[in-house]
């Protein structure tokens, strides 16, 4: 019978002196993702610091209750009671990006998720490679020029991320309108360009500086606003310095620094797929 069957599934087994069920694996396993995913939206910045350090406190109370350390253990006591208000409170950003990461993850909240499901549309591919080839020349052109630049592509649902710190241009990717955007003295120069929806979104964007302890000291805000950005939503940054004219690949709060046309390329088809995943 069917429903014999699935109880059997799901009865325990063996494994040395413990006894574990397909359901404690399944368990194992989602919980080792859901902290995995925790991991990955932390790592490298203030948040993850903060939280080692409640554990820490959470950790010093189990002992000194056990140790029989009353004044101690009360005091944190009341620190670890109030944990789950001071979660929230100091981890707000994190938490809306958790969230936001688990939705976007799932694709359904997407338009093109849905255009995709009831049609074959799935772009104009000739359209695509024209704006990979606009990019990368001005990328290479403004490197042999010094012409300091910061492009930052991200997937259309991140459009209130930018809003209140940005021009907005929405205009066509064009190579001749990035470069006269970066040039020395422009009034938009200032600042990121942000591509979303295959077009140019907004100029002169003021991004969040990574809180990244361990990224080269050798590299400027430009650089260290680029994986900022990274650290809060996904994105694909490209950079060029004002200083070497060096081109820099910043993702998922890493930075590739010199990189070749070949890393070029990739990372400006990664970035404009953002919109197509």
Not at 29 to 34: A, D, Q
Not at 161 to 177: D, M, P, W, Y
Not at 201 to 226: C, D, I, Q, Y
């Amino acid at each position: 019978m069917p429903s014999m069957h699935l109880i059997h599934l799901f009865m325990a087994f063996k494994v040395g002196f413990l006894e574990i069920s397909l359901v404690d694996v399944l368990d194992i396993i989602m919980f080792g993702s859901l902290m995995y995913m925790v991991y990955r939206l932390l790592r490298g910045g203030l948040a993850y610091n903060i939280l080692i350090g409640l554990f820490l406190i959470y950790l010093m109370w189990r002992v000194t209750e056990g140790l029989g350390m009353t004044l101690m253990a009360n005091m944190l006591s009341q620190f670890v009671g109030a944990g789950v208000l001071l979660v929230v409170i100091i981890f707000q950003p994190e938490l809306r990006r958790f969230l936001l990461f688990i939705g976007k993850g799932s694709g359904i909240g997407k338009d093109k998720f849905w255009r995709r499901f009831l049609s074959k549309d799935f772009g104009d591919t000739e359209q695509l490679a024209k704006q990979v080839e606009a990019i990368k020349t001005a990328v290479t052109r403004m490197s042999k020029t010094k012409t300091g630049a910061i492009i930052v592509f991200a997937d259309g649902s991140d459009k209130q991320f930018f809003l209140k710190n940005c021009v907005k241009v929405e205009a066509t990717i064009s190579q001749r309108l990035l470069e006269s955007i970066f040039e020395k003295g422009a009034p938009l120069h200032d600042g990121a360009v942000i591509i979303l929806d295959q077009q140019i979104f907004a100029a002169a964007t003021v991004l969040p500086v990574s809180e990244n302890n361990k990224l080269p000291a050798h590299l400027g805000l430009r650089h260290r606003a680029a994986v900022g950005v990274t650290e809060h939503i996904d994105s694909v940054v490209v950079i060029v310095s004002e200083e070497t004219g060096f081109i820099s690949v910043a993702m998922a709060g890493k930075i590739q620094t010199n990189v070749n046309e070949e890393v070029l390329q990739d990372a400006v088809e990664k970035g404009l797929a953002l919109d197509l995943d």
